[in-house]
């Protein structure tokens, strides 16, 4: 069975605040906040993944 999970960011010049929802619960799945880099943001995907 596929979950969907929709992820939000807030953008800033030096960090990204980030959170996962799980579209059927509505519950908040995973949240960060990390510096502003891409490999930071493909580490959460992959976590939320799991």
Same mark, same amino acid.
């Given at each position: &069975? $596929?979950? @969907?999970?929709? @992820?939000? &960011?807030?953008?800033?010049?030096? #960090?990204?605040? @980030? *959170?996962? @929802?799980?579209? !059927?619960t509505g519950? =908040? %799945?995973?949240? #960060? $906040? *990390?510096? %502003?880099?891409?490999?930071?943001? =493909?580490?959460?995907?992959? !976590? %939320?993944?799991?």
């Amino acid at each position: &069975m $596929k979950r @969907i999970v929709y @992820i939000a &960011m807030d953008v800033h010049k030096n #960090t990204y605040s @980030i *959170c996962g @929802i799980n579209s !059927s619960t509505g519950e =908040l %799945a995973a949240q #960060t $906040k *990390c510096g %502003a880099e891409v490999k930071n943001i =493909l580490k959460f995907i992959k !976590s %939320a993944k799991e």
